[in-house]
Structures are given as C-alpha cells and as structure tokens.
C-alpha cells in the first residue's frame, strides 16, 4: 500500500508546497470568502460582485508557485501558450494524491484551475477539439478568465446512463448548408449559475427527422445503436436561446457564487463548428471525460 501513495522527488516537493498553500493560504481565505458572501440574497449571489476577491488573489499565489493546472496530463499543443503547461506533468496516481490534499479546502481546486467541472471540459477539448474550439474556448479555461458547465443531467430521465439523453439536436440541410437546432432542458447543471460561465459542452441526442434529412429512414441509418446516437456541441452561454431557469439546492445550501442550475436550451441555432468530434460520438466523449473526473 505504501508504494502506491510514494511519489518521485519532483512530484514530493510539488506535494509539499500544495500542502503549505492549501493549509497557510486557502484555508484562512475560506472566512473571507464567507464573509463576502454573508448578507447576499436573490440575483447578488449569482453577480459578478459576489465572487469573493480572495478567489483571484488565490490564483494569482497558485500561478507564482507553479500550482496551476496541474491536472494536465501530457504537453499542450504548439498552438496554445506553453505558459499554461504545469510545473510538472503527474500520473493520474500522482495527481491523485496531490486531489486529496487540495481536498481540504474548498477553496484550492478553483485557486490552481483544477476544479470541477472545468477541469473535465478541458480535457475534451484538448483530447477532441479542433484548433479553433481550443483557442477560443480552452485558451481562456486554462488562464481561468472564464468558467464553463458540463450539459448532461435531465429531469425526465435516468441520466447516470447517457443514452437516456432526451435533449435534442435537429439537423436540417437549408440549400446545401447544414445547421443543427438543440432544444432541451438540463438540470444540476453545476457552474452555470457562475457569472464567469461563458461556455457549455452539451450532450444531446441526434434527431434527423426533418424533411431534409429523409426523414424516419435517414435517422435509422445514421442512429448508430444507442451508443451513437448522441452529440456534444459546445454552446455559448450568452446565446438568447440559453435561459437560467433556477438555481438548485443541496440541503438548503445553493453553493452561489459557483452553483447547479436547470437550465433551458430553447431553438438554439448551431453549424457544424460547434460539434465535437462529429456526429454520434457523445457517449464515447462524455465516457472519456467523465472517466478521469473519477479523480479530480
């Protein structure tokens, strides 16, 4: 058991400075950062003002001593800034340990850019992203100028198993230019009542029922079984199709500023650049993510 909790001398003192970060630094802010929310009632919890000041100052400390993204698990492409590689690329055993201690506070995820659930979109779109979903998107996720959400839980249905998906994605080919429309409603959707979120990878389920795609025939052609019937597509939350519908609660607590939403996608117009990877490959993507998510 002892071998499997060693770590190499690199990785030890990486371990050794999160320990005094987490417990010297992270820990004594959590008071600030309740302080800050104390008092906040309705749409203030959810402003950009509610983001406690000792979030960014944080980071900042985080970025300074070479804590920051450490989750990643390999180099980052030429085309993204090799300023945003960690100090140290970790086994997922490594890493791991390094989850525990950042564990103790609730604040020290967030403060080194490895919390959820944007750690988890980042993998997808360095492992399945094209050049330009990273740079527009994965850019901004890995300097912690934004913050994003994981689109899968429905109210309707079981949703542990991702091929009970109901949220739709219509293809429709319009002279020769194909669209796609997502429609749905999402729920515990956490991070989206974040100021910060500006972005959504969404699952949702192929639909080519439309008079352009051949109707019932084509959608028994490309359904590929139930494990390749869905989609991901990335959507901006500042679509006017996307709506916050509320916030939800775990035990009374509503975990603002960062939150769980129900959220509504509402006729939302998407072309093909918005797809990951393509057409039915959104259980295979959300599997891939939500495996190292087991983690961290």
């Known amino acids: ?51 406690p000041p000792c979030i960014q100052h944080l980071k900042a400390e985080a970025r300074r001593l070479g804590l920051w993204n450490l989750f990643l698990p390999h180099p980052l492409p030429s085309h993204i800034p090799s300023n945003l590689s960690p100090t140290l690329y970790l086994t997922n055993r490594e890493y791991g340990i390094l989850c525990e201690t950042m564990g103790r506070s609730s604040l020290a995820p967030e403060a080194c850019n490895c919390s959820a659930p944007d750690t988890g ?59 796609y429309v997502l429609n749905g409603t999402k729920w515990w959707s956490t991070g989206a009542m974040d100021p910060r979120c500006k972005v959504a990878i969404v699952l949702a389920k192929m639909d080519y029922s439309h008079p352009s795609c051949g109707g019932e025939a084509q959608q ?43 959220v509504s996608l509402h006729n939302i117009d998407l072309d093909a650049s918005s797809l990951v990877l393509g057409e039915g490959r959104g259980f295979e993507i959300a599997q891939s993510r939500l495996g190292p998510g087991r983690i961290h």
């Not at 987490?22 to 008092?39: D, L």
């Not at 390749?228 to 199709?241: F, K, R, W």
Request: glycine share 8%; aromatic share 4%.
């Open 121 to 179: 979109n980042m993998e997808v779109l360095l492992k399945h992203g094209t050049k330009e979903q990273q740079l527009q998107y994965l850019v901004p996720l890995l300097n912690g100028t934004i913050r994003s959400a994981f689109l899968m839980t429905e109210p309707a249905v079981a949703s542990s198993d991702a091929t009970n998906i109901q949220t739709t994605l219509q293809k429709r080919v319009i002279e020769g230019s194909v669209r």
């Open 220 to 262: 028994g052609k490309k359904g590929g079984g139930r494990h390749g019937a869905h989609t991901v597509v990335i959507v901006p939350m500042d679509h006017p199709g996307v709506k916050l519908v509320r916030p939800l609660t775990v035990f009374g607590y509503d975990d603002a500023p960062h939150g769980h939403a129900e």
């Open 1 to 51: 058991m002892s071998s499997l909790l060693t770590l190499s001398k690199a990785a030890s003192e990486l371990h050794a400075k999160l320990e005094h970060f987490v417990k010297n630094q992270c820990e004594p802010a959590e008071k600030e950062y309740e302080a800050h929310m104390e008092g906040r009632i309705g749409a203030d919890r959810w402003s950009i003002d509610a983001i």
